[in-house]
C-alpha cells in the first residue's frame, strides 16, 4: 500500500548532539511538509518542499535543517540550537491539486523525540 | 495570514447523541478547510475537505461539516456518536503555501 514511512517511531537526543528524523513516501507525491505537534498548540509548520532540490522555512524552522535529494525523501534534522525539541514530529505529502479540488495531506506515523 | 480557531479544548457526548465539533477560520480569499482526526500516537487522517460548491461536505465515517460564511465556520459534525469516535480533531486551512495552518485540536469523548 501506499503511505509515507516516518522512522525512528521514538528518538532521544542527547545534549549538543543533531539527530535526523526520516521520512519516506511512496505516493509519488511533488510537495512535502514537517509538522512539530506540542500538547494543546495543534501544529505548526517547520519546512516544506514542493519540488526535489527545493524547499522553504515553515513557521518554526530556527534549529532545524531538511533536505530533498529525492522524490520520496525528505529528512528533517534537529540541531543543538533547538533548545526545546522534545515534540511530536509529523511528516506530510500532497499531491498536485486537480481542477475544483485541493489534495488533502497525507501523514506519517510520526516520531517523537525527547531528551536524555 | 490564516488563522484556525477551535474553541473547545474537549468536547463530551454520549453514545448515539449527535456531536459538533466547532472550528472558525480567518484567511483572505477563498478558503479551502479540512478536518483531521488523530489517534494516540498516530499520525492525521484525512476526514474531509471543503473547497467550493455545496456548504454540508460528507466525509469518511459518517461525519461531515458545515461551511458557514458569513459566520466564518466549518463545524464538524455527526448525527449519532460512537465509543470509536474519540480522539482529536483538528480543523486546518490551506495557505498560499499549499501548508496547512491548523487549530489548537478538540478532544471528543464519547462516553457509553
Known amino acids: 500500500d501506499g503511505g509515507i514511512t516516518q522512522s525512528p517511531k521514538y528518538l532521544f537526543r542527547k545534549e549538543g548532539q543533531n539527530v535526523t528524523l526520516s521520512c519516506e513516501q511512496n505516493?509519488?507525491?511533488?510537495?512535502m511538509y514537517w509538522y512539530r505537534q506540542d500538547p494543546g498548540q495543534g501544529l505548526r509548520l517547520i519546512y516544506y518542499?514542493?519540488?526535489?532540490?527545493?524547499?522553504q522555512k515553515g513557521d518554526i524552522a530556527e534549529g532545524y535543517s531538511v533536505s530533498r535529494e529525492k522524490k520520496e525523501s525528505f529528512p528533517l534534522t534537529v540541531t543543538s540550537a533547538q533548545k526545546n525539541p522534545t515534540a511530536f514530529y509529523l511528516c506530510?505529502?500532497?499531491?498536485?491539486?486537480?481542477?475544483?479540488?485541493?489534495?488533502?495531506?497525507?501523514f506519517g506515523d510520526g516520531t517523537r523525540l525527547s531528551i536524555l | 495570514a490564516q488563522s484556525v480557531a477551535q474553541p473547545e479544548d474537549q468536547v463530551n457526548v454520549a453514545e448515539g447523541n449527535p456531536l459538533t465539533v466547532k472550528c472558525t477560520y480567518s484567511?483572505?480569499?477563498?478558503?479551502?478547510l479540512f478536518w483531521y482526526v488523530q489517534y494516540p500516537n498516530r499520525g492525521l487522517q484525512f476526514l474531509l475537505k471543503?473547497?467550493?460548491?455545496?456548504?454540508l461536505v460528507k466525509g469518511s465515517y459518517g461525519f461531515e461539516a458545515e461551511f458557514n460564511k458569513s459566520q466564518t465556520s466549518f463545524h464538524l459534525k455527526k448525527p449519532s456518536a460512537l465509543v470509536s469516535d474519540s480522539a482529536l480533531y483538528f480543523c486546518?486551512?490551506?495557505?498560499?503555501?499549499?501548508?496547512?495552518?491548523f487549530g489548537s485540536g478538540t478532544r471528543l469523548q464519547v462516553q457509553p
Open positions: 471543503y473547497i467550493t460548491g455545496d456548504n
Open positions: 486546518a486551512v490551506r495557505g498560499v503555501r499549499r501548508a496547512l495552518t
Open positions: 518542499s514542493q519540488i526535489v532540490n527545493d524547499f
Open positions: 506530510a505529502s500532497s499531491g498536485p491539486d486537480r481542477t475544483n479540488s485541493n489534495q488533502p495531506q497525507h
Open positions: 505516493l509519488n507525491h511533488d510537495a
Open positions: 484567511v483572505s480569499g477563498n478558503p479551502y
